[in-house]
């Protein structure tokens, strides 16, 4: 499985997503999670998405486009522009030219898998090491949502502190809203209030049998509301097939910057 988390940018601080930590080549699947299986089964169903081998899309961001290929069963990514290349190898994170060319604000680590993870809720919430409780119903803007709160097993992926709080729509079963904590790189006390982020999905779109995000907004969260708007990111030409890309297409190049993980 393959997690990172939100670093606390003045792009996150704007509520962008967070990636998630290496995982191990063919990690064991795990049964899919009661609370979750009617939400999943909105999208398209766990076993398709488990059928999936590759997975990519060119991500918009404000006026920027890259194009992200993923090994959706070791997690792999490789994400090109004509700025930067970026790659998690199965062990290592790297970039060419330099860490500098991505010009994001977050470290190369961090923006190898942020995007990708917000894509693939909500089946990335039933990775193994995820931790789900039923919060009954919550209502946003005058609508009443059901609620599923998900955390991480000690030693899950960079941040096993950080939390999410998914609101799926009661009568299309759909992801609506997702709140999140930002804990990568930073120490979590016990008694520290969570922080939440908000992202918020206003199109989808159906490939391959999976209904997939088309476009998303990031917003602040103000107590139990929506704040202001903050960034957008859109999802173009995705693709899914059911091989996986082979190993060679991740490795790293000769002259790439390894970016080591929060600890080092």
């Known amino acids: 499985m393959m997690r990172f988390v939100l670093l606390l940018t003045l ?19 795990a049964a899919v999670p009661a609370v979750l299986a009617p939400y999943l089964e909105a ?3 766990l076993d398709a998405w488990r059928g999936y081998g590759t997975l ?11 194009h992200q290929l993923i090994d959706l069963h070791s997690r792999r990514v490789l994400i090109t522009s004509e700025a930067y290349t970026i790659g998690f190898d199965g062990q290592d994170v790297w970039i060419t030219p330099d860490r500098e060319a991505l010009n994001y604000g977050a470290p190369p ?12 809720l909500p089946f990335v919430l039933a990775d193994p090491g995820t931790r789900h409780e039923a919060l009954g119903q919550r209502t946003l803007d005058g609508k009443a949502y059901d609620v599923v709160r998900v955390t991480y097993a000690p030693g ?15 009568e299309t079963k759909r992801l609506h809203l997702v ?6 790189g930073r120490e979590v006390e016990p008694d520290d209030p969570p922080r939440y982020g908000a ?29 202001e708007p903050r960034a957008e990111v859109a999802f173009h030409n995705v693709r899914f097939e059911a091989p996986a ?17 929060p600890e080092g």
């Not at 792009?11 to 990690?27: F, G, I």
């Not at 680590?109 to 693939?120: E, P, Q, V």
């Not at 709140?179 to 990568?184: D, F, M, S």
């Open 56 to 66: 990519e899309y060119d991500l918009q961001r404000g006026d920027w486009t890259d």
């Open 156 to 170: 899950v992926g960079d941040s096993p502190d950080d939390e999410y709080v998914a609101y799926f729509d009661p």
């Open 199 to 227: 992202l918020v999905y206003d199109g989808w779109q159906e490939v391959a049998g999976l209904v997939v995000p088309q476009h998303a907004t990031y917003y602040r969260w103000e107590g139990d509301r929506l704040g």
């Open 11 to 29: 792009v996150l601080a704007a509520c962008e997503p967070r990636p998630e930590a290496p995982p191990p080549d063919a990690a064991p699947e």
């Open 179 to 184: 709140l999140y904590t930002v804990t990568y």
């Open 245 to 261: 890309p082979p190993p060679e297409r991740f490795a790293r190049p000769e002259g790439a910057v390894v970016d080591a993980s």
């Open 43 to 45: 999208h398209g169903g």
């Open 109 to 120: 680590r961090f923006y190898s898998g942020t995007y990708f993870y917000f894509f693939a």
